[in-house]
């Protein structure tokens, strides 16, 4: 019988870009539970795809609080439609929230332009006089 892949802190961290102390960190959460041997901690698949996910919900800008939700959902009876349906339903208000921020972010731009074209013009008025 193969005994199933195993990792360890330091394989998990640098195979995802992270550090220890951020692997740490989610499971101080309760995020991922990685075994305990003795002072070691082995990550088993489990850990290694939730991992994965919680990295997934950061990059994407969900909180903690939302990424745990969704993983834990995995775990409910309804499984993985569950926590597909919920996740639609977090990336709807996500992509709304983000193209809010887009067209704030454009707004800006936009206004900043203008403004340095005045204060270019009042600049330039100056230097005729």
Do not use: N
């Given at each position: 019988?193969?005994?199933?892949p195993t990792w360890t802190i330091a394989q998990i961290a640098e195979e995802f870009?992270?550090?220890?102390?951020?692997?740490?960190?989610?499971?101080?959460?309760?995020?991922?539970?990685?075994?305990?041997?003795?002072?070691?901690?082995?990550?088993?698949?489990?850990?290694?795809?939730?991992?994965?996910?919680?990295?997934?919900?950061?990059?994407?800008?969900?909180?903690?609080?939302?990424?745990?939700?969704?993983?834990?959902?995995?775990?409910?009876?309804?499984?993985?439609?569950?926590?597909l349906e919920y996740v639609l339903g977090q990336i709807d208000q996500r992509r709304?929230?983000?193209?809010?921020?887009?067209?704030?972010?454009?707004?800006?731009?936009?206004?900043?332009?203008?403004?340095?074209?005045?204060?270019r013009e009042d600049l330039g008025r100056l230097d005729h006089v």
């Amino acid at each position: 019988m193969t005994s199933a892949p195993t990792w360890t802190i330091a394989q998990i961290a640098e195979e995802f870009g992270v550090t220890h102390r951020t692997v740490r960190h989610y499971e101080d959460l309760g995020l991922i539970s990685p075994e305990r041997r003795g002072t070691q901690r082995v990550y088993h698949r489990r850990d290694r795809t939730r991992l994965a996910l919680i990295l997934r919900g950061k990059r994407l800008g969900f909180p903690l609080d939302e990424i745990r939700t969704i993983i834990d959902l995995f775990d409910a009876p309804r499984g993985r439609r569950a926590q597909l349906e919920y996740v639609l339903g977090q990336i709807d208000q996500r992509r709304t929230d983000l193209e809010q921020r887009l067209r704030d972010v454009q707004d800006a731009i936009s206004e900043l332009g203008e403004f340095e074209r005045r204060c270019r013009e009042d600049l330039g008025r100056l230097d005729h006089v």
